[in-house]
């Protein structure tokens, strides 16, 4: 059995090049100088650690998929890590922590990462692929809550989803197909999905409209149906596609209405699909809306048995576009994708599980790990702009995690001479190229 001889060296070696493509793209913000300009706690005026020293330090833990404090530890004496992110001073464990708890206090932390992530990606022209309804170009804009399960643990606003797990029940909203995190706020467990909703969904088409000027189509489920969002949409010129709550309704009564006023189709013997529009109003209004519905009665199973009493499945759609309810059918269809985007955030940059126990702490951290995931997705949708990349797969979105372990976690030597630094690759590193091409890129 052959062994390696373990050794260590005095040259300087760094396992996260990808940070230089970050600290590129942090440049073209002004996060750390508003950060700077927020108003300092007592303790912070006596500290010589910034809170841009905080913040970047911080982007540059969650870019490698690390959010626990102490990881910062290793990165105190990384020279690579501070040049790589212009952090002056990298902050200790404890410093981190209490920086972050006391700018959770108030909510100017979370605004500023939540604009500046927005304007990043206008200013950087970040290709942000839009869905058609006819020649129409929409960028899909979707809202949803994904819970984050926190079972065993004493948090602050841990409490039973709907999931059936203890955690949390956060809302997010992303645009395009892509799946840019546009906004984030972190909700108790057992918060119902509506609960300060219009007032997120205000402030996500504000922050949308920051990240592009073409047309908006927002997509939300059944559990946010309500009449507060459907006037935002309204009142913000905003089209949108959100799956009713059926509530008390009857699949009887729609199958009326199918036959009424729509097209039939029998797709095989003993199974007719309806689709079609009908005119309402938004409760207590009086506003007209359309509902788009899709009605399925079942006369002869699959198998072929007939059925003593008909099947019948019905789902209906408040929208203002006036396309063919088949189109309506798979633009919802297509909001299913942000469940990848939930998956991403998760799991890839292991934020199910948040550090703190403290609730306001936590959403902070959240807001954090929405920037870091545009910063990750933007480098993850550039290398995918030539073909020069070693994957055999080609695909129209790169994973997070992707990113992370073959551009952000690539191995390079650190040299300092003659006041220059370089990163120097092994001559077979197939990333090379795409990581020169990249820094290049943002620079």
């Known amino acids: 059995m052959k ?5 260590s060296t005095s040259e300087r070696i760094t396992a996260h090049t990808g940070l230089a493509v970050i600290g590129n793209l942090l440049y073209h913000t002004s996060l750390p100088e508003r950060l700077n300009q927020a108003q300092p706690s007592k303790t912070q005026r006596n500290s010589n650690i910034s809170n841009r020293d ?3 330090s911080y982007i540059g833990l969650l870019c490698q998929g690390k959010n626990d404090f102490d990881h910062i530890e290793a990165f105190r004496e990384d020279e690579f890590f501070r040049y790589a992110l212009n952090v002056d001073n990298v902050p200790s464990s404890p410093t981190l922590r209490q920086r972050l708890n006391q700018a959770s206090l108030t909510d100017d932390w979370k605004t500023i990462l939540l604009e500046e992530s927005a304007n990043l990606i206008y200013r950087m022209d970040a290709a942000i692929t839009p869905v058609y309804v006819g020649n129409k170009p929409y960028l899909p804009l979707d809202m949803d809550v994904s819970p984050f399960d926190n079972s065993k643990t004493m948090k602050e606003g841990v409490s039973r989803t709907y999931k059936g797990s203890d955690g949390y029940a956060p809302m997010f909203a992303y645009l395009g197909q892509e799946g840019y995190g546009v906004n984030v706020e972190l909700r108790e467990g057992s918060v119902h999905s509506q609960k300060g909703t219009p007032e997120f969904l205000q402030k996500t088409i504000e922050l949308a409209r920051r990240m592009t000027n073409q047309p908006i189509l927002l997509r939300m489920d059944s559990a946010c149906d309500s009449a507060d969002n459907l006037k935002i949409c309204m009142m913000n010129k905003v089209d949108f596609i959100i799956k009713r709550n059926p509530r008390k309704e009857t699949a009887e009564d729609w199958l009326s209405i199918a036959k009424d006023n729509g097209i039939c189709l029998e797709e095989r013997p003993g199974k007719k699909v309806y689709m079609g529009f009908c005119l309402s109003t938004i409760k207590g209004t009086g506003v007209p809306i359309h509902i788009a519905f899709k009605v399925i009665e079942r006369t002869i199973d699959k198998d072929g048995q007939i059925l003593l009493v008909p099947e019948i ?5 408040f929208t203002s576009l006036f396309v063919p309810t088949a189109k309506i059918v798979e633009l ?3 909001h299913g994708t942000s469940e990848q985007f939930h998956s991403e955030l998760k799991t890839d940059l292991d934020l199910e599980r948040l550090p703190s126990g403290k609730f306001a702490t936590n959403d902070l951290i959240l807001h954090f790990g929405l920037f870091a995931y545009n910063l990750l997705r933007m480098v993850g949708q550039e290398s995918l702009k030539d073909n ?4 055999r797969k080609n695909v129209k979105r790169r994973r997070i995690r992707t990113v ?6 690539l191995a390079s030597k650190l040299v300092n001479s003659g006041r220059q630094w370089k990163l ?3 001559k077979d590193n197939l990333w090379y190229t795409v990581f020169k091409k990249l820094y290049c890129a943002f620079y």
């Open 3 to 7: 062994k390696f001889i373990i050794e």
């Open 424 to 426: 120097k690759f092994n």
């Open 313 to 317: 499945e019905f789902d209906t759609y």
């Open 404 to 409: 992370i372990q073959n551009i952000i976690t």
């Open 388 to 391: 020069d990349v070693p994957l």
């Open 54 to 56: 905080v913040a970047l």
């Open 332 to 334: 919802y269809e297509d």
